[in-house]
């Protein structure tokens, strides 16, 4: 069955950086795009960006353009998130979701599987 | 980017009851529209793509209709274990995939 495991919590200080790291499994790693959506305490969802695993290219949104980077380990079917430059507001659950399929261009779809969620807390 | 509104913010329905939810795209996204469930502590969880296609193992009291900018989640006959907050998605204007605020179904 299809599973997608994420690393644990972080905790860090403004400016630092930190990696979350998003594991597959039960599908051809390959074919799906994998996005990275995170949650503020007590708010709504907010879409990061997207990684094709099987090219590792991105799209981000436009306001982690300059702080995020995301990329992938095809040998460990895993995706890693990288975010600098650390704020307060930054403080969020961070989830990875399986997206549409990498082969099928024009054929859309949600987010059908997601990570647990990890935990980034940005604290001095 | 296209601005999904979700209404009402909270909604009080007694357990029997239809629960009716709304989602506003602030332009056209056809029918790519996704409403996910998300339970305190845990991750969203996907209940409807295609504006109105359930997902595997979602009950048929949960239903979802319309199209290009107004979209409607109903439950038909609300449960105890429906208590959650309830987002929209589209998915239209691929990458930049957009949520709604959030409702919060609760019980009466």
């Known amino acids: 069955q299809v599973q997608v495991v994420q690393s644990g919590a972080e905790v860090k200080k403004p400016g630092a950086s930190v990696k979350v790291s998003c594991k597959a499994s039960g599908y051809t790693f390959s074919n799906y795009y994998i996005n990275w959506v995170r949650q503020a305490p007590g708010q709504g969802l907010e879409w990061v960006g997207i990684i094709n695993p099987a090219n590792g290219g991105t799209t981000y949104e436009q306001k982690f353009q300059d702080r995020v980077t995301m990329t992938t380990d095809t040998s460990t079917r895993t995706v890693f998130m990288d975010l600098n430059s650390l704020k307060s507001d930054d403080t969020a659950v961070y989830y990875c979701?399986?997206?549409?399929?990498?082969?099928?261009?024009?054929?859309?779809?949600?987010?059908?599987?997601w990570g647990q969620g990890t935990l980034v807390a940005v604290s001095s | 980017e296209i601005v999904m509104t979700q209404s009402p913010a909270t909604l009080s329905v007694s357990p029997g009851e239809r629960a009716t939810l709304s989602c506003r795209a602030s332009q056209s996204v056809s029918s790519n529209l996704a409403w996910y469930q998300q339970k305190p502590g845990q991750a969203p969880r996907l209940l409807i793509s295609?504006?109105?296609t359930r997902a595997t193992g979602i009950p048929a009291r949960f239903s979802g209709s319309g199209s290009g900018t107004e979209f409607t989640l109903t439950i038909s006959s609300l449960q105890s274990e429906d208590c959650a907050v309830y987002y929209c998605q589209q998915y239209n204007n691929w990458p930049s995939l957009t949520f709604g605020g959030g409702t919060k179904v609760e019980i009466k």
């Open positions: 295609a504006a109105s």
């Open positions: 979701a399986r997206g549409k399929r990498v082969d099928t261009p024009t054929v859309l779809s949600p987010f059908d599987y």
